[in-house]
């Protein structure tokens, strides 16, 4: 909290100043009136979490000081970081949890030092964000982005019934999870075939459902091997992220499948998160679809409310975003992406 004195210092004296010279105009902008935004993110090595860092950054740009850290994939060493954050006395805190099960901890640092906390993309349990008035969540509603998918496996074995291989009526796939134990993953994995199957498509899964972490080079070593020992058997791979379906688009074409070629081999491989990379795969005929997780207006909903809560008012005011039914969580939507 130095810090805030010596801005009121600062500007109390440029008051005064400004009143000796009998002009009264405001003090000219510096960063010492802007609030300071600690930002914790999971980890800088992941595509759609860059999106939301630099989104988050270009809208907060004039707005507020931002300090932020890499946690690395390490709860501890983002434990570390938010307590150099709190004795810095950031006026706000946006936290991007490494363990959302974690969270608990967070809350009850940022509840003693009575810094606002805005958590966004890995979602902690309701209950934590609830046990401190000036927390609030900033994510998607995780089932969406699975439902899309499963709405995007009708639409494209409707579109192309040849994608049944072996004729038999049913889609035989493979399923990429991010992780085994994030609430994000679960959704995806889950509702992605329940909604396949509510649209009345029958789906068989073919081997154990491959956790690979989010990571492309992962997801393409499983594929590979998925491949290897399901020849010709596969007709459909779900993964709950671009960066894995990615992966096995890569392992896809080291067989001569999907590989944008006239009249090579083709298995639709269905992701989420609309980044770059997989557009672009799309483009090239490599890919079917992913699921847009739009990182610029969940950047641009982060800064809002942290320079709301920055400033000591109602979280949403004067924006567009409402609370869901929690009374605590804003929802970005999904929206579905075909190129
Ligand atoms: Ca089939």
Redesign the pocket.
Known sequence: MKKKILAMLMASVMVLGATACGGGSEPAADTADLPTVGVLIYKYDDTYISTVRNALEAALEGKAEVIMQDGKGDQATQNDQLDVMIEKGVDVLAVNMVDAKAAAGVVDKAKEAGIPTVFFNREPDTEVIQSYEKAVFIGTNAADAGKMQGDLVKKIFDANPAY?????????YVMFQGEPDNPEAIARTQYSVEQAEVNGVVM?QIGETQVCNWDTEMAQKAMEAMLAANEGKI?LVLANNDGMAIGCVAALSNIGYNTGAEGAGFIPVIGVDATDAAKDAIANGTMSATVLQDGQAMGNAIAAVCVNMAAGSEALADTEYVFDETGVCVRIPYAPYEG
């Open positions: 049944d291989l072996n004729g038999d009526g049913k889609v035989q068989e007709e």
